[in-house]
């Protein structure tokens, strides 16, 4: 298995600029989340999903769009790219009848806005 | 109010001693669980262990183990026997609610730990 993947590792948008964060999982997850990481901070949740074609807003989802169409994928779209979302994104999924609860992190994209 | 409150920004630990990093929670739903995770300069979170709200024990995974004093609220992690790499940062975490609700995490401030030799 090779777990939650990310593309891209890192990106450099321009002000103004679109772009989708690719999150993929090849255990049967059902439930995936994105979250971001701030300089220095803890991770704060953007958006979730419990299953395809079902999604929710986290804290923080203002600038952001989800979609969900398979089990596997659960990309996050910025649209019109501001300084304020220069951060790592981390994808996570888990299997909701887990009993640790644990969540699965990707390895992040480090994408900042200029 | 902060729902996850890690006090300590940074510490330093010697090799082969013991350190607590203290994690302490706010909520009011009866059903929630405590996480750490451990997230070392190269940036991949790694889950370290769980606690569950109505779990009798303290949980324990090899040199980690969580203090769970449910009414102090709080939900401690002790690493003994610390080594170089456990030199990292480390978050505490929290989910609520039932299962259907998909346990979204709140995670804290973390904690940076530097061991030294």
């Known amino acids: 298995n090779a777990g939650v993947t990310q593309t891209p590792k890192f990106r450099i948008l321009k002000i103004g600029q679109s772009m989708t964060l690719q999150c993929a999982q090849d255990?049967?997850?059902?439930?995936m989340y994105w979250y971001r990481q701030d300089p220095g901070m803890g991770l704060k949740l953007i958006y979730y999903?419990?299953?395809?074609?079902?999604?929710d807003k986290g804290e923080v989802p203002n600038g952001y769009n989800v979609s969900r169409s398979t089990t596997e994928d659960f990309p996050l779209r910025l649209e019109l790219a501001a300084p304020s979302q220069t951060s790592v994104y981390f994808c996570a999924s888990r299997r909701p009848s887990d009993s640790s609860y644990e969540q699965y992190f990707g390895p992040g994209t480090r994408l900042t806005v200029t | 109010a902060q729902k996850i409150t890690q006090t300590q920004p940074g510490m330093f630990v010697q090799e082969k001693e013991a350190v607590t990093l203290d994690c302490t929670y706010d909520?009011?739903?009866?059903?929630?669980?405590l996480f750490w995770y451990k997230q070392p300069s190269s940036g991949e979170m790694i889950f370290l262990i769980y606690?569950?709200?109505?779990?009798?024990q303290n949980a324990t995974e090899g040199r980690y183990s969580l203090n769970f004093q449910k009414a102090r609220k709080s939900a401690n992690l002790v690493i003994s026997a610390s080594q170089l790499g456990d030199s990292a940062m480390y978050f505490c975490a929290m989910r609520e609610g039932l299962e259907a609700a998909g346990n979204k995490l709140t995670f804290g401030g973390g904690t940076r730990v530097l061991v030294k030799p």
């Open positions: 606690q569950g709200s109505y779990d009798q």
């Open positions: 909520t009011s739903d009866p059903s929630y669980g």
């Open positions: 999903s419990v299953g395809a074609g079902i999604t």
């Open positions: 255990m049967n997850h059902n439930y």
